[in-house]
């Protein structure tokens, strides 16, 4: 920038100063800055001896940092804003409109859990009623314990052969020309339902 429209701390324009303020100001930036970065060392050197000490008393960083934020966090519930947010939300927490939020999500959740409650016995009770069935009987090995003219009296059968000569009849459109069944006698009527 120029130096007629520069300003100095003080607010007036560095053309307004002579040569020898300009000079006095720029020995007292450069001594300022000195000072700062000797406060910076003896702030280095004197958290090196403390971080020693603490070594030596046995306490590790997790305790410093822990020390930290409880004196932290003790600052902060004394602060003027902390106050002032717990003193609003205390009131929002008393107000008419909150007091009904939370009863009307109370309600809804005692809802809700009845709700669940009754699908989990209906459930529940289903699968018991599933349970009490009778299981599919296993596969049966077919053996000669029954002779061929006990099985073609059986019930069984006689439904079996009925079912088959419908199912031919609607195949083949009734008895063929000569009267044979292909092996299935009729003897039985089928029972009108």
Request: hydrophobic share 30%; proline share 5%; glycine share 6%.
């Amino acid at each position: 920038m120029p130096a007629t429209s520069r300003q100095a701390g003080s607010g007036c324009s560095l053309t307004d100063l002579g040569e020898n303020d300009l000079d006095h100001l720029r020995f007292e930036l450069a001594k300022t800055e000195d000072e700062i970065q000797t406060l910076r060392q003896v702030l280095l050197a004197k958290e090196k001896y403390a971080a020693d000490i603490r070594r030596q008393l046995g306490m590790s960083p997790v305790d410093n940092l822990k020390q930290n934020l409880s004196k932290g966090w003790q600052e902060v519930q004394t602060s003027a804003p902390y106050l002032a947010a717990s003193a609003t939300l205390e009131d929002i927490s008393h107000s008419s409109v909150y007091v009904r939020t939370r009863d009307g999500f109370s309600q809804a959740g005692q809802i809700t859990s009845a709700v669940l409650s009754n699908v989990g016995e209906v459930i529940t009770r289903r699968l018991a009623q599933m349970r009490a069935l009778p299981l599919p009987s296993p596969p049966r090995n077919l053996s000669h314990t029954m002779s061929v003219p006990t099985m073609r009296h059986s019930s069984t059968f006689r439904s079996f052969e009925e079912m088959v000569g419908n199912v031919k009849d609607k195949v083949t459109g009734g008895l063929s020309s000569n009267g044979d069944t292909s092996g299935f006698e009729r003897r039985y009527t089928r029972n009108p339902t």
